[in-house]
């Protein structure tokens, strides 16, 4: 039925980018409730960074295809799953299996894309904009008017944040490199120089009042940093330990130390709380209750894609088969938005 073949990026271990290796095989069939979708964008997030380190606290064993997320057509569907949407772009969000040419998918797990967005649009938005919609709205709850901290304004998730904050009419103090700053403020946001000096006391300067919301994607000292800076009833919301990308010895010890300190702080009588945030938190207890949250809130952000209310953040794009170049090119830290792969 299908000429063409397999390609699929497959990282054997702990390696530097030019040790991942390229696979061919057979096109996957889709079995009952599934579908294989052709892919037309996947890309490089923190995620696959910290995976070639061995640092991400449930990866698989090596070796396997990483790939967070991807956007594509629907190339077939198995038994028991609506031939009609054979032919449909849509979105899925994976942990893994994502840098490949053709993905199988659970027909549940998918979700549309609405027309008029291309894939690669798409793609900047998936993991990013769901982790970011699903802390701005669901846990911080943040209002017009409320003042907001965002780490790393200029990354994948920051960079979402900051747009999706602004659109709801708060204020946005983001940190981010100097050579940042410029197209932050085109945005509203207020820009502090991380390198530069005490970020706590810039932030202090410009709300002496606290912050209704910090989001920390850094972990560690910074995660306490953050927590200090929340203003009466603020939310601190932390999504990962950035700052122990490079270390050795446990990569659940990081993660751990920081539900401590959040299950400590929520204990504390002062109305401030604290979440340590995990895009799949739900999903054993509830796979169907997860899906139609998943999909709910990441229709929400092709929504704002299409009003423009987010705009896609494409830094380059990559034929998968030079997935080490683009993992490569997203750790340099020298570019903005997302490093989408294509077929």
């Known amino acids: 039925m299908n000429a063409e073949g397999l390609v699929e990026v497959v990282l054997p271990g702990k390696v530097e980018p030019e040790g991942l290796e390229i696979r061919h ?48 057509t629907v190339l077939a569907t198995g038994p028991g799953v609506d031939p009609a949407l054979a032919g449909t772009r849509v979105a899925a969000l994976l942990k893994v299996g994502g840098w ?43 209002r017009a008017g409320g003042t907001v901290l965002v780490h790393g304004a200029n990354g994948g998730v920051g960079s979402v944040l900051v747009q999706l904050a602004r659109a709801v009419g708060a204020e946005v103090i983001g940190t981010a490199s100097a050579r940042h700053h410029d197209a932050l403020r085109e945005q509203g946001v207020v820009p502090v120089d991380y390198r530069a000096g005490d970020v706590a006391a810039r932030v202090r300067e410009l709300a002496p ?41 446990s990569k659940q010890w990081p993660v751990l130390k920081l539900l401590g300190r959040v299950w400590l702080w929520n204990a504390l009588p002062n109305g401030r709380h604290a979440y340590f945030f995990n895009i799949w938190a739900g999903r054993a207890l ?22 423009g209310d987010v705009t896609a953040r494409i830094a380059a794009r990559l034929p998968l088969t030079e997935a080490a170049e683009a993992l490569r090119l997203a750790e340099s830290g020298t570019v903005a938005g997302k490093v989408v792969l294509n077929p």
């Not at 096109?27 to 997030?45: D, F, K, L, N, Y």
């Not at 659970?106 to 982790?131: R, S, W």
């Not at 509830?286 to 009003?307: E, H, M």
């Open 100 to 142: 490949a040419s053709h993905v199988c998918v659970e027909a549940a797990d998918v979700v549309p894309v609405p027309d008029g967005i291309g894939a690669a649009e798409a793609e900047t938005v998936v993991v990013n904009g769901i982790t970011a919609w699903q802390m701005l709205h669901r846990k911080a709850r943040i």
């Open 209 to 249: 009042g606290g912050v209704d919301a910090v989001f920390d994607h850094v972990g560690g000292r910074s995660a306490v940093d953050s927590w200090r800076l929340l203003a009466p009833g603020g939310t601190l919301v932390s999504y990962g330990s950035a700052s122990t990308m490079d270390d050795t010895g």
């Open 25 to 72: 095989g057979a096109v996957p069939v889709a079995g009952p409730g599934q579908v294989v979708v052709r892919m037309e964008a996947t890309g490089v997030s923190f995620a696959e960074q910290q995976m070639r380190r061995g640092r991400y606290y449930d990866q698989p064993p090596f070796p396997f295809v990483p790939g967070y997320d991807l956007v594509g």
């Open 286 to 307: 509830s796979r169907t209750r997860f899906r139609a949250r998943l999909r709910a809130d990441l229709t929400q952000v092709f929504g704002a894609l299409q009003r």
